[in-house]
């Protein structure tokens, strides 16, 4: 009886000293974001971390509003930009699956007009070079109407193009996703917010969307661009723009880009880390299956070496020392976003911010980096 009470004592002191050193470090790294905060002029920022493919810690800091002087909350919600490139390349897989398409489907088909390199005719571009970024389309002519590229639509659509053969090289590209939700659109019959609400949200028990009007406004975190001289930060009220017209005169796999498939998902910063564990586990989130290990495994698998870009996640060594991190970046309209995890090691961070001083160090954010290796650094190391 001694030996139990006495292993018992000694358990309840080890749970006693974890609990304390898990509070001392939330505390520690709470402190430190505060400092980046003041350092880069952030406006707000969330930030959620995954430890062992569970949800162990979320924060919001700052304004949610300066106006207002709202503080920010973790049911804020933020027009997160390119890292909804994933979300679209998500549903691909997804119709891979189905076997409604092919990653090596000639695009044209798929999207319904003429996908050709003028300099590289015979060249076919493939729904993977398109994901890839590999497919030698650029952003010249813009990316919210997709009559830009097509040659029936517009007399400038060879600019569209760059002069190095399809397959062969990688250039970022927004246009390159809002045809891909074009696709999705023609493929499944079903409009592209709608999709990803009925086959990834809904699934994973998210609230976001694309679309502006199915979300509660109140909940939207105002995105702030950032001016040096003078120092200030002017609201960006379009990122939330409700496009209520055009959604009425919406034509399936033309009126796409109205939602942004590479650009406008709408999230929180919690809710965005339960979709990236779900990336993370390869597929899969609390039982509920959205893609094959197959499929994820595959967006994860870097198609061009120096940039490390696979479908829509990218890989990259260069935010935590020693770490070789899956997930991607957003920008526009003052906001910046992270989502980086580690598949083996089954930890993720999430950090956005609605506003901040854009200083950079190799590539990256310096707000967001320095917050994520923080949070790395006292949370999960």
């Not at 430190?32 to 569970?54: C, F, T």
């Not at 810690?57 to 930009?81: D, H, M, Q, V």
Request: hydrophobic residues 35%; proline residues 4%.
């Amino acid at each position: 009886m001694y030996k139990i009470n006495h292993l018992k004592y000694f358990f309840s002191l080890f749970i006693l000293f974890c609990s304390t050193f898990g509070f001392a470090q939330k505390e520690k790294a709470e402190a430190e974001i505060q400092e980046i905060i003041k350092k880069y002029d952030v406006v707000g920022l969330s930030v959620a971390v995954v430890k062992k493919g569970v949800l162990i810690y979320s924060n919001s800091f700052g304004l949610k509003n300066i106006e207002s002087n709202t503080p920010l909350s973790n049911t804020a919600i933020f027009r997160i930009a390119s890292i909804s490139k994933s979300f679209s390349a998500t549903s691909i897989m997804q119709l891979v699956e189905a076997k409604k398409l092919s990653l090596d489907d000639d695009f044209s088909k798929l999207v319904g007009f003429k996908i050709r390199n003028p300099k590289y005719p015979e060249k076919i571009i493939t729904l993977k070079m398109v994901l890839s970024h590999t497919s030698s389309i650029n952003d010249s002519k813009g990316y919210f109407d997709l009559d830009v590229i097509n040659p029936d639509q517009n007399a400038d659509w060879a600019k569209c193009y760059n002069d190095y053969e399809p397959g062969t090289k990688y250039q970022y590209c927004n246009l390159n996703f809002n045809l891909i939700g074009a696709v999705i659109e023609r493929t499944s019959g079903e409009r592209f917010d709608h999709y990803v609400k009925h086959h990834i949200l809904e699934p994973l028990k998210l609230y976001a969307g694309y679309c502006v009007d199915s979300l509660d406004s109140n909940r939207f975190a105002t995105l702030y661009e950032y001016s040096a001289n003078p120092k200030k930060f002017t609201a960006a009220p379009t990122a939330y723009a409700p496009r209520r017209e055009e959604i009425k005169n919406y034509s399936l796999g033309h009126s796409t880009p109205i939602f942004s498939p590479t650009g406008g998902m709408k999230i929180s910063a919690t809710d965005l880390a339960k979709y990236m564990t779900m990336h993370m586990n390869f597929g899969k989130y609390e039982g509920v299956k959205i893609i094959s290990k197959k499929s994820a495994k595959r967006m994860q698998t870097k198609i061009s070496d120096e940039e490390g870009y696979g479908l829509a996640i990218r890989t990259i060594d260069n935010l935590i020392p020693n770490k070789i991190l899956k997930g991607h970046t957003g920008s526009a309209y003052g906001l910046y976003s992270a989502m980086f995890f580690e598949p083996k090691e089954k930890f993720g961070i999430v950090v956005i911010t609605n506003g901040c001083n854009p200083i950079y160090t190799e590539g990256m954010n310096a707000a967001l980096k320095t917050t994520i290796n923080s949070l790395y650094n006292n949370l999960i190391k």
